[in-house]
Structure formats: structure tokens, C-alpha cells
């Protein structure tokens, strides 16, 4: 079953974070991260982590800059910031203020003011190492590598001993792919900060980098070896075997994480979740979300992952139960009840999951993916007019999407209205001219049309999109020998169609026919035999059979297959007139066509009798 690719939320975890506050990393102490796939340079420190007061001569600028500290700490920004820019006004020059400033601006969005600050601050000689390495971190996230590169050097300089000052250095230089200086840069800083796991992190991305998974995976691990609580080196070897296609490693070092530093880790238990499901253990995918219930039995999110799971386990009513708990909780969650919808649709109640769908409408009329759903399984029922009013609603709110454009035009196909049919996927190619399905199933209406010429520009631009697209290998190179024209072409398609869906029984018929055009009638024989054994009865195969048997002058064999052929379609006018122009006895007075077309009849009243 495949599942709907949405949730309560974007909840995915990247493998990968940011390091944040890299003067508590680098102290040992624990991070917090922010969603990033690379890591970038680090943030300024935190007001816990300022600098001592600024010695200016004037004590109105110490008095000012300790009140925005106290305003800090308080988390009143705004009043931080008019602090500090009254203490900057009474001693212009204050690189302390400034760099309080920068942080202050940062941490708000606003980089234009940030990255001035920070520049000012590096201005000069002079600087602590410290608010170098802080001021690099602002200047490098707002993009100014260069700038903060130099200060970083000017932090170095400083105090080459310092191994805090190499590694943001290291870090802008891996976010340039500067390989080998990163490597140089992490590595002398880990000369003289041995127990950094920053460092070890560091050294392990540019592992990656250089595509060294191994070594990458071993500086992980010195860097949980030295602080066990850093979590981005958790992150990063999961990701690595993840990459590896080794889920149960991955799963292994995020228990591990969850075991040992923090088993209320909502985000890492969630992709816990994710890996059990890719790897189809189910089990293992609900025990986790039993916990993360037990912490939060509210948890919305997890309620949804459970029922997905039991959906993937095929065991829906259990899934069914589960998302109704969560409606009568959050009625108005559309998509969930979009998926209860599919759910009904698995199970064959049809009513309840069209019930389903139109509630949803009813709900938001605008809903995309209701009309989308309900409109396909309209036509899956043969509702083709009330299909077309849901799939076209579909095609307006989302006209972006191939499939409702493809429902669409296949509703008005089965309805006999092949202009309307090509209409709609002539439109539905205007907004996604790369859809190698809408080109397929435009030839298919320009056929009805009887406008062979276009059949084969759509047929070829489907191949030229998708060079594997069996469906228009098998049309046109069908197309091409019941024409009886470009039989090589028609043969290399065939054959290729086949190759790539061998127990595809009409495309072995295809092949087989393109045999039989080509003269080559003891391989049309057997391509016709093995697509008969594929598909079963089916009234072409039948026929394709018998005129390979007349070829092959034998005629009662011939006469056998027609018989059957008309057994399955009595109404094939085509091949009775086969039958009286080869001057066979007349198949319409033999019993068993009779049988056949008093089956088909009352089929026929049946169906009409049934409202």
C-alpha cells in the first residue's frame, strides 16, 4: 500500500544539524541544534556567556551596557537593544557594545545591522579571541565568509593555542569545499583541544566530504567518546548508514542516543518511527510511538502514525478505529479523514468512503485531494458525470498535478467523447509539459479520433520524455503492424516493450502480431501461444491465433480459434465476415455461438436492471 506522503506536521529529522552556541560545544557542555542538512558557522553566545563590562572612561556607558545585560536576561529585547545603543553613544568606539549589538540582531533576523555590528567589532586589533570567533560565526551565517575568515586568522593570531578559534575556521572552509584546508585547519585546533567533539564532528563531515564514510563514521565516535551527550555525532553516523542503505545500523545509534542521553527526545524518537517503517519492521515502529504516547497521550502525530502503520499492515480496520479517535478530537483535520476515505476504499465500502470524501468537501470545498480521490473512485465505479465534476474542480484548484488532468480525460474517454478526452489532456500538458503519462493517454484519444499522424508525435514524445515507457513502446509499435507499415520499428518496439514487462500477455501479442506482419510466422506462432497462456480468453488473442493458423494453411485450426474467439465477442462482425470469406460454414448457426449470444444478452439485462 503506498502511503500518503503528509502528517500533522513536517516532523521529519534531518541527520545532520547545526551547531548552535559552539562556545558551550565547545566547553563540553550540551548543544541545541537547528534543522539544517549542512552545518553552518556558529551563533553568538548566549547572555549567560558575556563579555565582562566595557572599560569606558565614562560610567554612564559601564552603567548603560550593564542594564541591557540585565534586559537580556530578562529576554526583554527591545529594551536590551535601547541600553546598548545609549552605552554605544556615550563611548562610540566600545567593540563590546558592538558586539552585543551584533548578537542582539542576529538572534532578531535582522543581518543588515547584525553583520555591521560585527564588522565594526572586528575592526582593529585587540579583540578577545572569543568575541572574534563569535563575530565570525554572524558574519559567516549572513554569508561574508571571507570577512570571517579574517577574523577568525586575527583570533589565531592571537592566541594560536586557543584549538576554538580553528574549528569555525574549519567549518567555513568545508562550507567553501576547501577540503584539505578544513582538514588542516580542524586538525591543528585538535592539537591543542584534544577533548572537543566538535572537533571530531568537524573532522568526520569533511570524512564525508572527501567520501571517507568509514573514517567519517570513526570521528563520530571520538566525539561521543568525549562528550557521550553531543547529539549531532549521533545524527551524522545515522545519517552516514542511512546513506549505506543500512537502516539497522542507523536504527541502533539512535537507540543508543535515546538509551543513553535523552529518552524524551521527541524528534529522534520520530525518525525513529520513520526507519522502523522503512524497514518494515512494524513492531518495532508502533513500540516507539506507545512511548512517545505514553509521554504525550494528546500526541495527535502519533495517533496518525499509528494508523499508518496498521494501513501499511493491511490491518485496517484497526487503522479505520484509530482515525476516527482522532477526528472526533480534530474534526476538522481534512487530510486525515481524506486518508480514512482510502481506508474505506480498501475495505470496498465504497458508500462510506464517498461519504467520507464529500464531508470533506462539504468541510472545504476548496480541499483538492478529496475531489481528486472521490473523483477517481467515481470513475473506478463507471460514474464517469459525477467523476468529471470532481476531477474537474481537481484540475482547477490544482492544475499542477498530472493525474487528475489523466482521470479527467480518461472519464470522458470511457465515455465515448474523445474530443473532450483530448481536450483534457492537450490541457493538463500546458501545465506539466514534462508528463510522459498525459502524452501517452493523448495518442490513445487521437486514435479514436482517427488522427494517426499526431498518435505518433505524442507516442514519440512520450519515449523521448521516458525512453522505458512500455505502454507507448507496446502502442505504437502495435499501432504500426495492424497498419502494416514500419514493421522493423514496429518490431524493435515490441520487442522492447517486452523485454521490459515479459509477462505483460497483450505485449507478447503485440510482439507476436508484428512477427506475423513481418512474415515470420513460426515466431508469431509462439509469441501468440505465450500471450494466450499470460492472458486467457481474450477475443483478439483468438483472432491473431486464427489468422496465424490461415497463414500456416491450417485451416481447421484456424476455424477453432475463430470459434472461440467469437465465443468470448459474438458481436465481431469483422470476423464473420472472416468466415464467409474464406468460405468456412457460417459461425452464427453454430450452438455454441448461440449459447454465447443469449449469455450476452442476458448480461446485458441484468446490468440494466440493476439501478
Keep these: 500500500m ?27 557542555a550540551m548543544v541545541a541544534c537547528a534543522a539544517s542538512p549542512q552545518p553552518q558557522t556558529a551563533l553568538p553566545p548566549p547572555v549567560s556567556a558575556l563579555p565582562p563590562p566595557p572599560s569606558a572612561p565614562e560610567s554612564d556607558a559601564t552603567y548603560h551596557f550593564m542594564m541591557g545585560h540585565q534586559a537580556e536576561l530578562a529576554q526583554d529585547l527591545d529594551a536590551a537593544l535601547k541600553e546598548y545603543h545609549t552605552a554605544l553613544k556615550v563611548d562610540p568606539k566600545s567593540r563590546e557594545v558592538k558586539s552585543r549589538l551584533a548578537a542582539l540582531y542576529f538572534a532578531l533576523g535582522d543581518l543588515t545591522q547584525a553583520v555591521q555590528y560585527a564588522d565594526e567589532a572586528g575592526e582593529g586589533t585587540g579583540q578577545e579571541p572569543q568575541m572574534l570567533t563569535h563575530m565570525a560565526g554572524i ?16 583570533a589565531i593570531e592571537r592566541d594560536p593555542e586557543r584549538g576554538e578559534s580553528y574549528f569555525p575556521k574549519g567549518l567555513i572552509l568545508l562550507n ?79 537507540q543508543k542516543y535515546l538509551h543513553q542521553v535523552n529518552p524524551r527526545n521527541r524528534d529522534i524518537r520520530q525518525h525513529l518511527v520513520q526507519l522502523y517503517i522503512a524497514t518494515k519492521d512494524y513492531a518495532g515502529g508502533l513500540a516507539e510511538l506507545e512511548k512517545l504516547l505514553a509521554d504525550n497521550p494528546g500526541d495527535l ?70 475531489h481528486v480521490h472521490l473523483g477517481i473512485l467515481l470513475y473506478r465505479l463507471k460514474q464517469f458525470p459525477e467523476a468529471v465534476t470532481h476531477l474537474d474542480e481537481a484540475v482547477r484548484l490544482t492544475p499542477k498535478q498530472p493525474e487528475p ?33 498525459l502524452y ?68 507478447v501479442d503485440s510482439l507476436g502480431w508484428a512477427f506475423y506482419k513481418s512474415g515470420m510466422l513460426a515466431e508469431a506462432l509462439i509469441e501468440i501461444k505465450k500471450a494466450v497462456s499470460l492472458v486467457g480468453d481474450d477475443p483478439v488473442l483468438y483472432e491473431h491465433l486464427g489468422e496465424i493458423y490461415i497463414k500456416q494453411q491450417k485451416p481447421a485450426d484456424a476455424r477453432e480459434a475463430w470459434l472461440h474467439s467469437l465465443e468470448l465477442d459474438p458481436s465481431n462482425e469483422k470476423l464473420h465476415q472472416r468466415f464467409r470469406e474464406l468460405g468456412m ?24 436492471a440493476t439501478p
Excluded at 143 to 154: I, Q, V, Y
Excluded at 238 to 243: H, K
Excluded at 341 to 359: I, N, Q, S, V, W
Excluded at 591 to 599: E, L, V
Design 176 to 254: 567553501q569545499k576547501r577540503i584539505a584546508e578544513a582538514e588542516q585547519a580542524v586538525k591543528k585546533g585538535l592539537q591543542y583541544t584534544s577533548d572537543s567533539p566538535v572537533g571530531y564532528y568537524y573532522l568526520g563531515r569533511i570524512s564525508i566530504e572527501s567520501g571517507n564514510a568509514e573514517q567519517a563514521l570513526a570521528n563520530f565516535d571520538r566525539a561521543i567518546a568525549v562528550n557521550p551527550a553531543f547529539e549531532p555525532a549521533y545524527l551524522a553516523q545515522a545519517s552516514v548508514y542511512e546513506s549505506r542503505q543500512e537502516r539497522d545500523k542507523a536504527i541502533a545509534v539512535l
Design 405 to 437: 488532468h489523466i482521470v479527467l480525460g480518461l472519464a470522458h474517454f470511457q465515455s465515448e467523447q474523445f474530443e473532450k478526452a483530448s481536450q483534457a489532456f492537450e490541457e493538463g500538458i500546458r501545465h506539466n509539459p514534462k508528463s510522459a503519462d
Design 301 to 370: 502525530d502519533a495517533q496518525l502514525r499509528v494508523a499508518l502503520i496498521y494501513g501499511e499492515k493491511k490491518e485496517f480496520a484497526k487503522a479505520i478505529s484509530q482515525l476516527t479517535e482522532i477526528l472526533k478530537a480534530k474534526p476538522a483535520e481534512l487530510k486525515v479523514r481524506d486518508y480514512l476515505g482510502y481506508l474505506y476504499e480498501e475495505t470496498k465500502d465504497f458508500p462510506k468512503a464517498m461519504e467520507t470524501y464529500r464531508y470533506n468537501i462539504h468541510l472545504d470545498p476548496k480541499f483538492a485531494d478529496s
Design 440 to 507: 501517452f493517454n493523448l495518442g490513445t484519444a487521437y486514435d479514436k479520433l482517427n488522427r494517426f499522424d499526431d498518435v505518433e508525435r505524442a507516442m514519440e514524445t512520450v519515449l523521448s520524455l521516458d525512453p522505458h515507457h512500455a505502454d507507448a513502446l507496446n502502442y505504437l509499435g502495435y499501432s504500426y503492424a495492424e497498419r502494416g507499415i514500419k514493421i522493423d520499428q514496429a518490431l524493435s518496439m515490441t520487442k522492447r516493450a517486452v523485454a521490459l514487462k515479459p509477462e505483460n500477455g497483450y505485449y
Design 2 to 28: 503506498v502511503l500518503y506522503s503528509w502528517s500533522f506536521r513536517q516532523s521529519a529529522l534531518p541527520l545532520v544539524r547545526t551547531i548552535l552556541l559552539l562556545s558551550l560545544c565547545l566547553s563540553g
Design 139 to 154: 558574519l559567516a551565517s549572513a554569508g561574508k565568509s571571507e570577512r570571517a575568515l579574517e577574523l577568525l586568522d586575527k
Design 585 to 608: 460454414t457460417n459461425p452464427a448457426y453454430e450452438d455454441r455461438i448461440q449459447q454465447a449470444k443469449r449469455r450476452v444478452a442476458e448480461k446485458a439485462h441484468t446490468q440494466q
